[in-house]
């Protein structure tokens, strides 16, 4: 399946192209068609005469007294291809869909259209589908003896369902299963050129489609009907006549639908029920909003007492704090009281004292490289206190590998790091930020052989790639010794011999000019 598509407001074929203007009093649209004759002489030549332009009536709605389609078995086919709802009886079908044809020619629709497209592009498609209810809206009757087609006569209100006759053309389209660029715009000859060629190419690429525009009622029967959009193929499929003088751009009803009693043949129907209530769109509209408490998605985070060697937290915060989830109460439908209280416990002005505190237990273990233990545990009033000359278990720096470095807030020698403003320093001196960060090393640790494992199928490629580039420095360094101790020499003491020595080289190097 395609995963680009393109749509055209309608397409044509052929001759029907050349029509430049409606037909004022006749039911068929006529185009200009210049023959020439020609003869050929006894002596071999050819004799060419012009004969005068004869104007050419083409076929209309007038002229269709049916559609060739075919249902067995639930499969259709025919000139139709698809039917949306299928064409089986289908009983759930969602009422907030539109039904469709879809005609295996993509330019079907406007085949029969007596009119060239309006000064906006739009043209008519010569047919519509309707939606009606059986025996309420309409009264369906099957052909019998000589009749040509089905026919259905509007009842009570049923009118009223009929799309408006200047909205056809927005009813009906081609659907082409491929990208076009261009198509943002009215559809110029370049464009026309491409969807001919490209439906030359696969004729299943290209199709149309005629939409009925009704919005359905859930759980009620319809009967989708395929009737002619103008009054001359109404008049021609009830086997009525239609005169010469007839016009051919009246549509088959008027602004506001036709009136009870009125006929239509039908090229096509088919019969469906819509679902009852609890489609995709009913479901959404039973959502509510709903105020939810502040402490939705939110965990009490306990920091009154950290780490042994860390006093807890102070403040607004009273050393809790608001571990929040991914969901969370909107701040909108809380009252300034409680707006309050959340922002003074979410919100800090870094560093604290806490958080300087932090920094320099977890710095220890960078300090512990350099002094010794004694000397940096008394460095570190927290734990000058409590500990004795051996080194403690210091919290870890997450993401010290990523940010490339060792230390939170000062360097070794007591100075600011140049930036304290950034993700590393959010990350390890914010109690909640620090405890998802522990949750992300369990997920590690549990998985640490399989991501081991897939780390060395990594790295065997870049193992070899160094094998060879060692290999290629070892043989560039033998080639400077050979040619510094050797054949440099050699050059001077006997030319003759260097030049033969270096004889297969010579085809491979190039001078300045690019030449061997």
């Known amino acids: 399946m395609s995963s680009a598509y393109t749509f055209f407001s309608w397409a044509r074929k052929g001759i029907a192209n050349r029509i430049d203007a409606a037909p004022a009093n006749a039911p068929r649209a006529t185009v200009s068609v210049a023959l020439e004759a020609s003869a ?51 009983t759930s079908f969602e009422p ?72 056809l053309w927005a009813w009906a ?31 299943d690429v290209a199709y149309s489609r005629v939409l009925c525009p009704r919005r359905l009622a859930p759980d009620t029967v319809y009967r989708a009907c395929l009737i002619p959009s103008f009054e001359t193929g109404r008049l021609a499929g009830l086997g009525l006549p239609v005169g010469a003088n007839t016009p051919a751009m009246p549509t088959s009803w008027p602004v506001g639908g036709p009136v009870a009693q009125t006929a239509f043949p039908v090229y096509f129907s088919w019969t469906f029920r819509t679902a009852k209530l609890g489609d995709f769109e009913y479901l959404a509209r039973l959502l509510k909003p709903k105020p939810v408490d502040r402490s939705v998605g939110v965990r009490p985070l306990d920091a009154s007492q950290p780490h042994p060697m860390l006093a807890g937290i ?127 090393v369990r997920v590690v640790q549990a998985q640490q052989e399989e991501l081991m494992k897939a780390a060395w199928e990594q790295l065997g490629d870049v193992l070899k790639a160094n094998a060879r580039m060692r290999l290629m420095k ?19 003491a006997d030319p003759a011999r260097a030049l033969m020595l270096t004889a297969p080289l010579h085809s491979r190097v190039m001078d300045a000019s690019g030449s061997n």
């Open 40 to 90: 050929q002489t006894l002596d071999g030549g050819t004799v060419r005469t012009p004969v005068a332009p004869v104007p050419v009536q083409l076929y209309s709605p007038a002229d269709v007294v049916g559609i060739d389609v075919r249902v067995e078995a639930g499969r259709i086919s025919g000139a139709i291809f698809r039917t949306d709802p299928r064409p089986d009886g289908v």
């Open 474 to 492: 070892a043989g560039q360094a033998v080639a400077q010794v050979w040619q510094a101790n050797i054949f440099v020499s050699m050059s001077t």
């Open 314 to 440: 102070g403040g607004p915060s009273q050393g809790v704090l608001a571990l929040g989830g991914a969901l969370r109460a909107a701040r909108t439908q809380m009252s300034a009281a409680e707006r309050a209280a959340v922002e003074a416990n979410e919100t800090w002005v870094s560093p604290q004292a806490f958080q300087r505190a932090l920094a320099s237990l977890i710095n220890l273990a960078d300090l512990y490289e350099a002094t010794p233990a004694a000397q940096a545990n008394n460095s570190v009033p927290s734990v000058r206190d409590v500990a004795d000359d051996d080194p403690v278990i210091t919290p870890p720096l997450y993401g010290r590998w990523h940010a490339q470095t060792a230390r939170l807030l000062t360097g070794r020698n007591g100075a600011p790091v140049p930036n304290t403003d950034n993700w590393v320093h959010e990350l390890n001196l914010d109690p909640r930020h620090r405890s998802a960060a522990g949750f992300g």
């Open 173 to 203: 389209h081609v659907h082409v299963d491929a990208g076009i660029a261009g198509t943002s715009g009215r559809v110029t000859t370049g464009l026309a050129n491409e969807l001919r060629a490209r439906a030359e190419g696969n004729a």
């Open 96 to 167: 907030n869909c539109l039904a469709a044809v879809d005609f295996i020619d993509e330019d079907f629709p406007w085949r029969y259209t007596p009119a060239p497209p309006d000064a906006n592009g739009r043209l008519v498609p010569w047919i519509a589908l309707v939606a009606l209810q059986d025996g309420i809206e309409c009264q369906f009757k099957p052909k019998e003896g000589e009749e040509q087609l089905d026919t259905i006569t509007i009842l009570g209100q049923g009118g009223k369902a009929f799309p408006e006759p200047q909205t």
